[in-house]
């Protein structure tokens, strides 16, 4: 079974994170899409980022519906600051059978060649890269890749989908919580009652 991974810490999950996770379980070459919770780092400030638990239940609620969408807490499991590379060796020790492949923006595939052990992930791993807004054309079109290190273009484990640009953020959806705006239609509608319940993101 090949796995896609999709990081985020989904704070709160929002329709465009739906939109990106289905594209790729229905158009790229996936059985399933995971989407891995990241932990709340120890090492940081806190700030907004609500507690791993209700972040993964509310990524619980978001997918149900969706058979070929999965939530993860995998990296609850593993001791912190973690990297990616070392989810993928985890995963892959305890899923044998399973393929695993990245998920990203082509936003966060600029900075893949300062990832830890990128190298090892590249050789063992597919990546399936999705346009963020600022790498459409006037056409809608995704350009070619631009970045400062040339070695991702028309590499064969990288493989550019082109998914819907859906710029929606987190803080977007947080910040207009804290100003009492309306922002159901940006959320799965058990997220957004979800959030309404437990008054999050009102202070």
Known sequence: MKIGLYFGTFNPIHVGHLIIANHMAEHADLDQVWMVVTPHNPLKKKSTLLDDYHRLQMVHLASEDFPKIKPSDIEFKLSQPNYTVNTLVHLQE????YEFSLIMGEDNLRSLHKWKNYEAILAHHEIYVYPRLETKGRTGEATALETENTTFNNHPKIHMI???????????????IKKGKNVQPLLPAKVWEYIDHNNFYKK
């Not at 953020?169 to 207009?176: A, Q, V």
């Open 94 to 97: 305890k899923y044998p059978n």
């Open 162 to 176: 082109d998914a819907p640009v859906v710029e929606i953020s987190s803080t977007f959806i947080r910040d207009n």
